[in-house]
């Protein structure tokens, strides 16, 4: 028999190191691991374990440390043809090399170590020691000094190479744009802001890789951005979009763009309920951060990413259809940190799943009509942690029954008028992938709390019932927050706020420890829902400053005091 503490020693000194101790159960195939600014994601396909009864641990720490932390574990995927171990570790240090130790194991026989390097990308830098020039509206000409600006942005490419940085004069630069200069890695070919007043344009195309657009008002159009031959590496910062249909779409592909700190208003009624019309729409693309981004108006505020994705810290509001969509997306997707508020139909959809897992953390969902979560087709695993989700009628209604197949934990489930917390028709019996426990819930005065096929007044009646939920505890929004002010159901508006909760609240030190999500919680144990008491409130919508992104810090990190236990 080979000693486990051998094989670990061997796979601390040999990055990437695997050993098969025993092959009578799981067998391990391909191998990817991946990176966004803030998160990595691993895939581990596995093959012979039939009875789902393989797991897998994860410890990461940044090289040379010699503190490991704990991440949560890989999630069992069995689904839509995949077979695998795979999840991520989340809130992360851009641009920093990690050291991740994985150890699988399989009841039935068989365990294996991998420990490998990644590093998670650099966040954008505007390029240094490049040319600046100068640009005002016109049809050709100039020398690009700020005295004899380029007259256009024609006459400007022309000239373009990486690292260069465009000035834009303020004025309207007429009719559709492309930009099709590359910039390179570190070196952005980039189109911003003079400061002398708006740079206005239309649509705009990008068909080229590394180009940075920063400061500029796109406007009046049926399309903001669009795409050419699958750009990588673009960032649409400090933006301000106005009166476009779609307004960041990803039409012919793009790669790990990096869209935060804009202000987006389209073109859309909240109140007519319109499914068409899209904020920032991935289009099934991967690698991409959409953060600090102010959007409204829309149908949707953020749809369609691929793989590998994180969407966090946008302030999504007045939207006539649901306030994120990661419909149709594949592994590790990440939704943490949003304030999705007047939803008209829902708050985050999963309609449907193609890929698994997803993690749904920290999000302030208040008050849609239909779901806070919307199940209807194809759900699997997926981590919903500490978010606050507020029903208009029921939190999650239609499709409740998906949840058998998801983690839920540390959640606020509330509706705003008197009905079901969940409301499961269909029924579904609990299996290998069901985790709902540590949820606080107020159905306010309904007189059954789940319909779970069959109606149950309480959670101790749906418990003894169903086996779920048996740390779950019922919660009194009239009592528990600090700040609740939801006068009426969508297409009203609703005032921005931070719905937390007062110390006295049941929901306060009652939740359990996630690794990786809630490790620094202040008091004796995690509270409940989106926002930890005592601890920094975070910042949705645009900063002031983008190329210090250190702002995200505050959405996770606990401020430095003590509240009493």
Not at 337 to 357: D, E, L, T, V, W
Not at 431 to 438: C, E, P, S
Not at 467 to 475: D, S
Request: aromatic share 12%; glycine share 12%.
């Amino acid at each position: 028999m080979i000693n486990r503490n051998i094989v670990f020693f061997l796979g601390l000194i040999f990055p990437c190191f695997s050993l098969v101790t025993d092959t009578r159960a799981v067998t391990t195939g391909d191998f990817r691991s991946y990176s966004t600014s803030y998160s990595i994601g691993i895939e581990w396909d596995i093959s012979g374990d039939a009875d789902h009864n393989t797991g897998c641990t994860v410890q990461y720490r940044p090289a040379g440390h010699s503190l490991w932390k704990n991440g949560q574990s890989l999630y069992r995927v069995d689904f839509n043809g995949a077979d695998m171990m795979a999840g991520s570790i989340l809130f992360l240090e851009p641009g920093t090399n990690y050291e991740i130790n994985l150890q699988l194991s399989d009841p039935d026989g068989s365990s294996e170590i991998k420990n490998f390097f990644i590093t998670t990308e650099k966040v954008p830098e505007l390029p240094q020691g490049g040319r600046t020039f100068y640009v005002v509206p016109g049809v050709g000409g100039g020398a690009g000094t700020q005295d004899d600006p380029y007259q256009g942005i024609a006459s400007a490419q022309a000239n373009a190479l990486p690292g260069d940085i465009f000035l834009l004069g303020k004025g309207n630069y007429p009719g559709e744009i492309e930009f099709n200069v590359s910039g390179a890695v570190d070196n952005h070919v980039v189109w911003k802001a003079w400061g002398n007043g708006a740079p206005v344009l239309e649509t705009v195309w990008i068909n080229g890789d590394y180009i940075w657009l920063q400061g500029l008002q796109i406007q009046g159009n049926s399309y903001g951005i669009r795409t050419y031959n699958n750009p990588r590496n673009v960032v649409v910062s400090q933006n301000t979009f106005i009166g476009c249909h779609y307004c960041v779409y990803l039409n012919h592909g793009g790669t790990g763009w990096y869209i935060a700190d804009n202000v987006i208003v389209g073109d859309v009624e909240p109140a007519s309920g319109d499914f068409g019309g899209e904020g920032v729409e991935l289009n099934h693309t991967d690698n991409h951060t959409v953060a600090y981004n102010s959007i409204s108006h829309v149908a949707d505020g953020v749809s369609y990413p691929g793989t590998n994705c994180d969407v966090f810290a946008n302030d999504i509001f007045d939207v006539s259809d649901d306030g994120i969509e990661p419909d149709y997306g594949y592994a590790n997707n990440r939704v943490w940190g949003n304030r999705i508020s007047n939803a008209y139909h829902n708050g985050i959809s999963f309609q449907p799943m193609n890929g698994a897992p997803w993690y749904i953390i920290r999000n302030q969902v208040a008050a849609p009509v239909e779901n806070a979560l919307k199940f209807r087709d194809r759900v699997d695993r997926a981590l919903i942690a500490h978010n606050t989700f507020i029903g208009w009628q029921g939190a999650q209604k239609t499709g409740s029954g998906f949840l058998i197949n998801v983690h839920s934990n540390n959640n606020l489930y509330i509706s705003m008028t008197d009905w079901y917390a969940w409301e499961n028709g269909s029924g579904g019996a609990v299996n290998w992938k069901t985790n709902l426990d540590y949820d606080g819930f107020d159905w306010g005065g309904y007189p059954y709390a789940f319909k779970w096929v069959d109606r149950y007044v309480d959670l101790p009646e749906f418990t003894a019932a169903t086996g779920l939920e048996p740390h779950g505890i019922r919660i009194d929004k009239d009592t528990c927050f600090e700040t609740f002010n939801i006068p009426s159901a969508p297409p009203a508006s609703m005032p921005k706020q931070y719905i937390t909760l007062k110390p006295d609240c049941n929901a306060v030190d009652y939740g359990v420890v996630l690794p990786n999500i809630d490790d620094d919680f202040l008091g004796l144990k995690p509270d409940l829902g989106a926002y930890e008491v005592g601890a920094v409130l975070p910042h949705f919508g645009p900063r002031t400053e983008t190329t210090n992104d250190r702002g995200m810090l505050p959405l996770f990190l606990p401020a430095l005091i003590n509240r009493e236990n």
